[in-house]
């Protein structure tokens, strides 16, 4: 007869996370653009009287995909590049490409508060 494994009590984990906040801070301020309007209809002069502009929020994007609550985390996946819009891609290039070293297994941990 097998004897049975005695389980190890558990301890609290730490969850490796960026703060969206100042990651969607810094993408403003790096690239000049914002991603919670990409496209510019509310923060360009004059781009809101012109209907060809389209809004585009990133911010809209994630609780579409994934609807975190405050004081939550979310993660953004390389597999989300490929099957989303051009604006959404273009987004997900810059954190990718900019926050590299925070990927583990495809995905950066983004930590949300309000």
């Known amino acids: 007869m097998k004897k049975k494994k005695k389980l190890v009590k558990p301890v609290p984990q730490v969850v490796s996370a960026l703060d969206w906040g100042q990651v969607r801070d810094w993408i403003?301020?790096?690239?000049?653009?914002?991603?919670?309007?990409?496209?510019?209809k509310f923060t360009k002069k004059g781009a809101l009287d012109n209907d060809s502009i389209e809004y585009h929020c990133f911010w809209h994007w994630i609780l579409d995909k994934q609807n975190p609550s405050n004081n939550s985390y979310f993660s953004?996946?390389?597999?989300?590049?490929?099957?989303?819009?051009?604006?959404?891609?273009?987004?997900?290039?810059?954190?990718?490409?900019e926050f590299a070293e925070h990927v583990d297994k495809g995905v950066i941990q983004f930590h949300v508060w309000w």
């Not at 403003?28 to 510019?40: I, N, T």
């Not at 953004?76 to 490409?97: C, G, M, R, T, Y």
């Open 28 to 40: 403003k301020q790096e690239y000049k653009r914002d991603v919670d309007d990409w496209e510019g």
């Open 76 to 97: 953004l996946s390389k597999d989300d590049i490929e099957a989303e819009e051009q604006w959404v891609q273009d987004i997900l290039n810059i954190i990718f490409e």
